[in-house]
């Protein structure tokens, strides 16, 4: 009994699944909080539209209600600018816009909503998709930008991001040491 159980347990260590799973570890909990709906709403793609996601919005995924389109400046300039409702700070209401000192969308290239752990891990290590940035200050980027500590702090009903910054900014650092090795799906 023992000793079958020691072969599966050798087997399954040489698998490559399990070799995977241990070397892109430290990624982990990383795409944990870039997939979280308190990031990845504003995370979004091409067609500019913020998603509202998340236990707060019900059990489907949606583009944000009232028609509202970012444009191509990401901030509504086109149509209606998102500061004509996303003010400084969140509302106190339940349902009532969230808010800081700036509410825009990230540029295109830094999509994450509906991508895979190894796509974000990818793009996120390319400094042409990264705001040129060494995993050192996108480390930096989290521990100092009140927009992403929004993601922590999103106001009544919203469940916020996995873990907490300092966590995070431990994270990349951990990931960064170990070679910033990305999942090969
Ligand atoms: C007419 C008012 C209005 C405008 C304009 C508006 N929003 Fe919102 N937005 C809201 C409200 C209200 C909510 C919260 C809804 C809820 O909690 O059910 C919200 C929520 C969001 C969320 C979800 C945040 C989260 O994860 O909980 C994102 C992202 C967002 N807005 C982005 C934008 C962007 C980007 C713009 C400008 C292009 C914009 N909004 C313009 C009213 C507005
Ligand atoms: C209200 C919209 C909004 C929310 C919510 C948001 N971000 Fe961002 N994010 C942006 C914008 C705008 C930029 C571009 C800023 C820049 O490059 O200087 C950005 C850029 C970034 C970058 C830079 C690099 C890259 O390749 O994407 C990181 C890292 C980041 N955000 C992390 C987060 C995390 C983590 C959360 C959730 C805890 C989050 N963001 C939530 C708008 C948002």
New binding site residues.
Partial sequence: MMIRYAVVVILFMSSPAFAQDASTATWTPIYE??S?P??A???VGPDNLPMWSGSSYGTKPRPHGMNINAGMS?IGAEYIPCNSCHAVQNSQLPHGPPG?HE?????VE?Q?FGKSSAEICM??KDPT???N?TIAA?AK??ED?P??H???TPGPGREP?PYSVAQ?VAFLKQWDAAGAPCPAK
Wanted: charged letters at 15%; aromatic letters at 14%; one cysteine or more.
């Fill in positions: 909080v870039f979280h308190r990031c709403n504003c995370h990401r800081a509410w825009l969308l990230a540029p830094m994450w793009q996120i998709r990264n705001g940035r996108l980027h989290i930008e927009l992403v929004w993601g922590w991001a995070v």
